[in-house]
């Protein structure tokens, strides 16, 4: 069983930054393929950004020269770099562990809500 605990959420206005991060309680989160996942109201959830084991990232479109993600291994975590924020960014980010660049797996944390709103 792997537990994600995310953070960073908050309100921020147009333009603005935020950096969320996940904690994974896997022992063997250096092979996980990590992944954020974003829902707002109404719509599906859908990828924002992945990273591989090996360093391999994956970018939604919409978030392309705005979002990075990361890792580090030795402190289980990924992160998620979010600069010119803007308010359809508006969401919940959920962090996943252990899917692929194309698919999520079972494993989700709880969310953390990111509002961009002036």
């Known amino acids: 069983q792997v537990q994600l605990v995310e953070s960073g959420g908050g309100l921020v206005q147009p333009g603005g930054s935020l950096r969320l991060s996940c904690v994974a309680s896997?022992?063997?989160?250096?092979?996980?393929?990590m992944g954020w996942y974003r829902q707002a109201p109404g719509k599906q959830r859908e990828l924002v950004a992945g990273i591989t084991s090996s360093g391999i990232i994956k970018l939604a479109d919409s978030v392309k020269g705005r979002f990075t993600i990361s890792r580090d291994n030795a402190k289980n975590t990924v992160y998620l770099q979010m600069n010119g924020l803007k308010p359809e960014d508006t969401a919940v980010y959920y962090c996943?562990?252990?899917?692929?660049?194309?698919?999520?797996?079972?494993?989700w944390g709880q969310g953390t809500q990111v509002t961009v709103s002036a």
């Open positions: 896997a022992n063997i989160f250096s092979i996980y393929t």
């Open positions: 996943n562990a252990g899917g692929s660049l194309f698919m999520p797996s079972a494993y």
